[in-house]
C-alpha cells in the first residue's frame, strides 16, 4: 500500500529556531505539494514540484520558507527563522500527472508548533 | 481566480439518516471537482473526483456527487450515513491545465448514534 510519509509527525519549537520537514513522495509520482491546514485559512498551497523542478511558490513567505526536493524520494520544507504565526499542521502531497486525470495523495502531515 | 465555498460549517445528521454536503465553486473553465474527507489527526483522502462525462459519480465509502454547471455545484451525498463517517470533509477544484486545488473551508460531520 504506497502513501506518502512524512517526518516528524509534531514538532515544537522555540521562536526563531529553524525546523525542517521532509516527505516522501509515492514511488513513480512525478509531481510534490506543500500545503499549510490552520483553522483561520483553511488548507492553503504553499509550493509544488513536478520533476522535482518547482513550478510555483508564490503562495509561501519567501523571507523565512523554502522548498527544495534533492531527489526524487524527499522534498524538504525548511522555515528559518520560525514564528508562532507558523504554528499549523503542513501537509505534502504527491500526484502523477497525466492528461486529464490526476489525484493528489496525502501524507498525515506535521504539527507544528511555534513557542 | 478560482474559489470554492461549502456553506455548511457544522452538520450533524443521526446515523443512517440521508446526507448532503453542499459544495459551489467558481472557476472560469471545464473544473475538475473532487471531495476528500479527513479524519483527526490524519491526511486527506480522496473520496470522488470528477473531471468529465457523466454528471452523478460515484466514490468509496458509498458516496456520490452529482457536478451542476447550471448551478455551479458539486454536492455530496450518501444515502445512508454511519458513525464512522463522522470527519470533515472537503471540496476541491482544478482545471485542464492545472495542477493546483484550491480547497474549501470544510464542512466537519458529526454523527449521532
Known amino acids: 500500500d504506497a502513501r506518502v510519509t512524512q517526518t516528524p509527525r509534531h514538532k515544537v519549537t522555540e521562536m526563531g529556531q529553524e525546523v525542517t520537514m521532509r516527505c516522501q513522495p509515492i514511488l513513480g509520482h512525478n509531481t510534490v505539494f506543500w500545503y499549510r491546514q490552520t483553522m483561520m485559512q483553511g488548507l492553503e498551497l504553499l509550493a509544488y514540484f513536478r520533476n522535482r523542478a518547482p513550478l510555483d511558490d508564490s503562495g509561501m513567505p519567501k523571507d523565512r520558507f523554502s522548498a527544495e526536493m534533492p531527489d526524487a524520494t524527499l522534498a524538504t520544507l525548511k522555515i528559518q527563522p520560525s514564528e508562532p504565526r507558523d504554528s499549523a499542521v503542513y501537509f505534502c502531497?504527491?500526484?502523477?500527472?497525466?492528461?486529464?486525470?490526476?489525484?493528489?495523495?496525502f501524507g498525515p502531515g506535521t504539527r507544528l508548533t511555534v513557542t | 481566480a478560482q474559489s470554492v465555498t461549502q456553506p455548511d460549517i457544522h452538520i450533524t445528521v443521526s446515523e443512517g439518516a440521508s446526507l448532503e454536503l453542499r459544495c459551489n465553486y467558481s472557476?472560469?473553465?471545464?473544473?475538475?471537482l473532487f471531495w476528500y474527507v479527513q479524519s483527526p489527526g490524519q491526511g486527506l483522502q480522496l473520496l470522488l473526483k470528477y473531471f468529465s462525462g457523466d454528471t452523478l459519480v460515484q466514490g468509496i465509502k458509498g458516496f456520490e456527487a452529482e457536478f451542476k454547471r447550471s448551478q455551479s455545484s458539486f454536492n455530496l451525498r450518501k444515502p445512508s450515513v454511519h458513525w464512522s463517517d463522522a470527519a470533515e470533509y472537503f471540496c476541491a477544484v482544478s482545471g485542464a491545465g492545472s495542477y493546483q486545488l484550491t480547497f474549501g473551508k470544510g464542512t466537519k460531520l458529526s454523527v449521532i448514534p
Open positions: 472557476y472560469g473553465a471545464t473544473p475538475y
Open positions: 502531497a504527491s500526484g502523477l500527472v497525466r492528461t486529464l486525470s490526476y489525484e493528489q495523495y
